[in-house]
Nanobody
């Protein structure tokens, strides 16, 4: 049974940092595309970052709203993907979800991913 389990969320003041982790189990994801999405109250789920396997190497993508502040990375030995979040802003407050998929489709769309974690809450106070 494939599982993605997020951790690392919490409450931080504006300007602070958090590192989210997503531990995968049930299969290896070293050749899968991994991503982070977030959903704020009353808003649709939105793309945050993706780490895509291109057949030879990985490529990172970040949403414009987090570029320069957030960084996605992975550790295949641990079957884990991370999201380092620096310079956090109140508008980053949301539930953050880890996602994984094998299909080569638009990495910004949630429909491109087949596996999802349960989410971890990130709250940034002003």
């Amino acid at each position: 049974q494939v599982q993605l389990v997020e951790s690392g969320g919490g409450l931080v003041p504006a300007g602070g940092s958090l590192r989210l982790s997503c531990a995968a189990s049930g299969r290896t994801f070293s050749r899968a595309h991994m991503a982070w999405f977030r959903q704020a109250p009353g808003k649709e789920r939105e793309f945050v970052a993706a780490n895509r396997w291109g057949g030879i190497y990985y490529t990172n993508y970040h949403a414009d709203s987090v570029k320069g502040r957030f960084t996605i990375s992975r550790d295949n030995a641990k079957n884990t993907v991370y999201l380092q979040m620096n310079s956090l802003k109140p508008e980053d407050t949301a539930v953050y979800y880890c996602a994984a998929g094998d299909r080569y489709s638009d990495y910004k769309l949630s429909l491109s991913y087949d596996y999802w974690g349960q989410g971890t809450q990130v709250s940034v106070s002003s």
